[in-house]
């Protein structure tokens, strides 16, 4: 039998591996590879979401009104310039496949999101990606690999997994070296996780030019199961994404849930000091075993292990605790490990106190 052929770039396509979420002969899993939020959503987002069994028999807004009324008031950004998405996976994808094809080139940076590189490869398009400078974006390399077949430039702010940031300064910059034609597309899925001065989203950029804002509900607002997304962006490419997405994109219950998450800003702020607090705790653990720890603005943090990165995920393992390993993203030396709840991360400590003892130099 003849097989029928995929597109150019499909069967280049290393599939996307999701942190893992279960561990062996383990009793109890603390789960520290996917970057969630430990404490879940706000108690308003439970009674929303089961409010939405009343009405499963009906589809979904297609347009998503109330959602993006509830954005626009949570970002200050008029509902009319924003889009929902299935997660803002989908929405990446949906910018690619609008607007790079076969002959085109999607840039991003070297320890980038992977999807990035995924959805280029499956729109027929080419990746290139720019080297970084200390783990961080590179404004000067990333223009430097910019050329007449560049179409979209990607910057996840802070980054996944890194944890670095770029300045508001320098992404302004880039914006204004760029092509006009080319698509600024900042990626702030951890954005709601900074708090320093010279950082900003990039929202002011998507009045001036081809920029594009993408913001996640599965990190800081606990709706991972619920793939929700939304992006900020000009009206013409509004009105291109809205051509090509699917009509009822937004499931009800993360709609309902969406609108309760957005509305309860407290929440959100309570979960931010909870994080920065114990990633700060758990950055001067780590650092004091004799690791070093990336400067993370995320909810996780990037360590270097060296040759003892697989070793160490083992280790951990064993004891229930589920790290990511970097290989994918070019850091083999390195895990990364998100920010759980004090007692979880205390038991992470712990295990890594005790792998780091039996292989100190």
């Known amino acids: 039998m003849t097989h029928p052929t995929p597109k ?31 404490w879940g959503p706000s108690p308003r987002v439970r009674e929303a979401f089961a409010s939405a069994a009343e009405n499963l028999h009906r589809y979904p807004d297609s347009g998503h009104a109330s959602l993006r009324e509830a954005i626009g008031k949570a970002y200050g950004i008029h509902p009319s310039e924003l889009i929902c998405g299935a997660g803002s996976d989908e929405l990446i994808g949906l910018l690619v496949n609008a607007y790079a094809g076969e002959g085109d080139e999607v840039l991003f940076s070297r320890h980038a999101f992977l999807m990035y590189k995924i959805y280029t490869l499956a729109a027929g398009a080419t990746p290139v990606m720019a080297p970084e400078k200390n783990l961080t974006v590179d404004v000067d390399a990333l223009l430097a690999h910019v050329t007449a077949r560049t179409k979209i430039v990607f910057i996840a702010n802070p980054n996944n997994p890194t944890g670095t940031y770029v300045t508001y300064a320098e992404i302004k910059r880039l914006r204004n070296a760029l092509r006009s034609d080319i698509i600024l597309a900042l990626d702030a899925a951890y954005a709601e996780y900074m708090d320093v001065n010279d950082y900003d989203t990039g929202h002011a950029l998507v009045a001036s030019g081809n920029t594009v804002v993408m913001h996640t509900a599965s990190k800081i607002y606990g709706l991972p199961a619920l793939r929700l997304g939304f992006a900020h962006a000009p009206a013409h490419i509004l009105d291109v994404l809205n051509r090509i997405r699917g009509p009822f994109n937004v499931n009800t219950p993360a709609l309902l849930a969406g609108i309760a998450a957005f509305a309860d800003q407290d929440y959100v702020a309570s979960v931010r000091d909870r994080n920065a607090s114990e990633r700060s705790r758990v950055t001067r653990e780590i650092e004091n075993t004799g ?17 003892h990165a697989s070793a160490l995920a083992e280790h951990l ?6 790290v990511r390993d970097v ?19 205390t038991l992470m400590i712990s295990a890594l106190k005790h792998f780091r003892a039996s292989h100190a130099a």
């Not at 393992?317 to 589920?322: E, L, P, V």
């Not at 290989?327 to 709840?341: E, F, H, N, Q």
Request: hydrophobic content about 40%; glycine content about 10%.
């Open 8 to 38: 150019p770039g499909i069967m280049d396509i290393s599939p996307y591996v999701a942190g893992k979420a279960k561990a062996a002969g383990a009793g109890r899993i603390i789960k520290l590879s996917s970057n969630e939020n430990p």
């Open 291 to 307: 690791y070093p720890v990336v400067p993370s603005h995320a909810n996780f943090v990037l360590v270097h292990v060296g040759n």
């Open 317 to 322: 393992s064993t004891q229930g605790i589920i």
């Open 327 to 345: 290989v994918a993203y070019g850091l083999p030396d390195y895990v990364r490990i998100s920010i759980g709840t004090e007692e979880e991360n």
